[in-house]
């Protein structure tokens, strides 16, 4: 997968559907080229090697336990969190993946993240708020970080500063598996090599979509929304709701609703 990675980052690999986002201090800086100015894969659902992650049966056995039978790989993710350019933006902000996901009820929605190397506090392992998943969604917007966030980088706009956290070290291939309402975010790179982690949210088929109109989500609807219509010219009766339908693929079980 890692090497399915680098022909990715070289265009030797095309792959439709594919969002590869660039760290926005890399982006705004001098030209950087390959897997070097790759900051996260996203929607790598059509990539064969890349998706076959997210029908492992060692990582199908635990998702099914929250799913049930009938499971779906909604969101795709490899992260190559990039060393820290000085302005901080290789962080993460505290957020709940619940934000991005006009789909309910949050208990049949997992995700799982496997560590692709040793992750640690220094190469910016994830950070989480136990027992934050009893909580409800909370309000999330864009960080007021100085050096600059990437785009869709939202986060929680209160938690409580004072809640313990547990910094996740994890060796290579160790994999976490976590509830959408989970408060978790991840600091700074500050080695000099590229962090890698492949991620897929997963949730049963039988979940329902939801109107976000009105909610806190309204906010993270419109800029996907904008970001469908720019990058692949739809225009708007494409829904929030719709743009995760075309992205969810089967991985077990019937296609019952999502
Ligand atoms: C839908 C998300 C679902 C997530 C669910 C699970 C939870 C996941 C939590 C997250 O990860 S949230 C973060 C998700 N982020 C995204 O989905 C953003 C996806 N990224 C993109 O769509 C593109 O990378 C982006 C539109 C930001 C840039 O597009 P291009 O690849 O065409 O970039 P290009 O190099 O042509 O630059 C165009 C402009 O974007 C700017 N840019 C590039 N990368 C950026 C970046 N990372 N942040 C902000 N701006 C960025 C760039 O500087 C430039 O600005 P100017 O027009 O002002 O010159
Ligand atoms: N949808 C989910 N995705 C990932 N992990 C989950 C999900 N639902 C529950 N968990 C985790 O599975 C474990 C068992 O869940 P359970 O609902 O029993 O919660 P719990 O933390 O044991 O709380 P309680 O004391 O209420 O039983 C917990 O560690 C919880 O964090
Ligand atoms: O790998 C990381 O840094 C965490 C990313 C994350 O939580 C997310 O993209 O939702
Ligand atoms: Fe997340
Ligand atoms: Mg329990």
Known sequence: ?????EHI???????????VMKDVTI???EFVEGEKAVTKLQDFQEDPELFRYCTLPQILKYV????GPNIMAMHT??????PDTGKKTSRHPMHQDLHYFPFRPADRIVCSWTAMEKVHRENGCLVVLPGSHRGTLQEHDYPEWEGGVN?????VRNYDPGHPRVHLEMEKGDTVFFHPLLIHGSGMNQTEGFRKAISCHYASSDCYYIDVKGT???NIGNEVKELASRKYGVD???????????RGRLVKGDRTSL
């Not at 980052?9 to 969002?19: D, E, S």
């Open 27 to 29: 982006a705004k800086s």
């Open 9 to 19: 980052c070289t265009r030797k690999a095309n792959v439709p559907g594919l969002v």
């Open 1 to 5: 997968m890692v090497d399915e990675f």
């Open 151 to 155: 785009k869709m980088y939202h986060g």
């Open 236 to 246: 708007d009766t494409v829904s929030f709701q719709d743009t995760w339908a075309l």
């Open 64 to 67: 099914e336990c929250f799913t």
């Open 216 to 218: 806190t989500q309204e």
């Open 77 to 82: 993710m490899l992260i190559n969190k990039p």
